[in-house]
């Protein structure tokens, strides 16, 4: 019914981020857990009457994304030894 993985509901039930029951060291869901569940996670489309339009993907400038670091706060690692030994 939720079309989910039985991991994916182990792992939120085990986080406690959505309704179960615990007995036994086994994770039980009832239909109230079920539906509940269904409505924690249920989206509704946004308000048709808003004037923000369709979201649209902006370029951002590359300063915003990765601010210019200055060399002096950059340091070269070591290369590797090389191995040396008979082949």
């Known amino acids: ?20 029951t615990l007995i036994g060291g086994r ?12 409505q924690m996670f249920e989206r509704r489309p946004e308000d048709a009457t808003s004037t923000a339009g369709p979201r649209r993907r902006t370029t951002v400038p590359p300063q915003a994304v990765a ?8 340091r070269a690692r ?3 030894r090389k191995r040396t030994g008979a082949a």
């Open 67 to 74: 601010p210019h670091v200055s060399p002096t706060q950059l």
């Open 27 to 38: 994770y039980g869901f009832t239909d109230e857990h079920i539906a509940e569940i269904v």
């Open 78 to 80: 070591r290369p590797p």
């Open 1 to 20: 019914m939720l079309n989910t993985t039985a991991s994916w509901l182990k792992e939120m039930a085990r986080r406690r981020e959505i309704p179960h």
